[in-house]
């Protein structure tokens, strides 16, 4: 099965919850102000978030207006292209040797999507050692050794309540001493001290920047898409301790919410990067933005 008819499944309560709102809206009739308004509230219930619906809008008429549009079927090819825009981000493809950290609350799938990136990354021909750097939560580690072994690739673990700063630390050690290409860094998520998380997080990119100078660094922010727009403050909470460079949405299969990741790229300016499609080790792959729209449209 292609990539496109994958991600296509994976939208099928997105395009549910979007798709049949939107043939409702654009079912034979004048661009008319009635229209618009429908079409602001399809988009809204939809998760497309404010922000973004607004930009959309503004485009659509513009668009509407310059190309001289009249009929539906083409406004819905210009929203097409609107949407693939604002999700479509130009991001630099990896440099090897590479360090990934991984931030997000507990709850979102962190774990699971690491030993899925890890995976990923092993199909593309490139070796990966895996940090579990999660020394708070009770049994992280051993979770996180599951998925590592079910990858096929190497963890460093210290015991519960260890410094996680040493954990990256001796993994960047060992990654350098076998020219391993890919270290993934496991992190905290607990939310109800914040000024800890934050210091921890600043902590182990310290270590990180000053033990693998060489090395191209990407932080990365693990979201639950069931989460819909609450998925915007835990993007803002992370930003503050770390500057994020993309997303991993896990669990679209589940949700029918995906249009959150409009709203976080009009918002934010952060792209995603990843997405989760399904439970098994494979279903983590490369965002498309032009299969995503097409997807739920």
Same mark, same amino acid.
């Given at each position: ?43 809204? =219930?939809?998760?497309? %978030?404010?922000m973004a619906t607004e930009t959309i809008l503004d485009e659509l008429r513009q668009a509407a207006y310059k190309k ?6 083409? +406004? ?30 507990? %709850? ?22 895996? +940090? ?5 939560? +009770? ?19 210290? =015991? ?13 050690? =060992?990654?350098?001493?076998? &020219? /391993? ?11 109800? &001290? ?13 270590? !990180? /920047? ?19 727009? &609450? ?24 949700? +029918? ?17 990843? !997405? ?22």
């Amino acid at each position: 099965m292609g990539l496109f008819s994958r991600i296509k499944d994976a939208l099928i309560k997105t395009k549910e919850n979007i798709g049949r709102k939107l043939f409702e809206t654009f079912k034979g009739r004048a661009l008319d102000d009635a229209f618009y308004e429908d079409l602001e509230m399809a988009l809204i =219930s939809a998760d497309v %978030g404010v922000m973004a619906t607004e930009t959309i809008l503004d485009e659509l008429r513009q668009a509407a207006y310059k190309k001289k549009l009249t009929d539906t079927e083409s +406004a819905k090819n210009e929203l097409r292209s609107i949407m693939v825009g604002i999700v479509d981000f130009d991001i630099l493809p990896f440099r090897y040797p590479l360090v990934i950290m991984l931030a997000g609350v507990n %709850g979102v799938g962190k774990t699971t999507a690491i030993g899925k990136l890890a995976k990923y990354f092993l199909s593309i021909g490139k070796s990966v050692i895996v +940090a579990a750097a999660d020394t708070f939560r +009770a049994a992280a580690s051993e979770q996180l050794e599951v998925w590592a072994q079910r990858a096929g690739v190497r963890i460093i673990k210290h =015991s519960e309540g260890s410094d996680p700063a040493a954990v990256v630390y001796d993994a960047i050690s =060992s990654a350098k001493a076998k &020219n /391993t290409d890919v270290v993934l860094v496991d992190t905290a998520g607990r939310l109800h &001290n914040k000024k800890n998380l934050m210091e921890e997080l600043k902590k182990i990119g310290r270590v !990180v /920047t000053r033990e693998a100078p060489n090395s191209e660094v990407r932080n990365y922010l693990v979201l639950d898409a069931t989460t819909g727009q &609450n998925a915007i403050s835990q993007v803002e909470f992370f930003d503050e301790a770390i500057e994020i460079d993309g997303i991993v949405l896990t669990k679209l299969d589940s949700s +029918a919410k995906g249009g959150v990741v409009m709203a976080i790229a009009e918002e934010l300016k952060i792209p995603v990067v990843f !997405v989760g499609i399904g439970e098994t080790i494979d279903d983590l792959i490369p965002f498309d933005a032009t299969d995503f729209i097409d997807g739920i449209l």
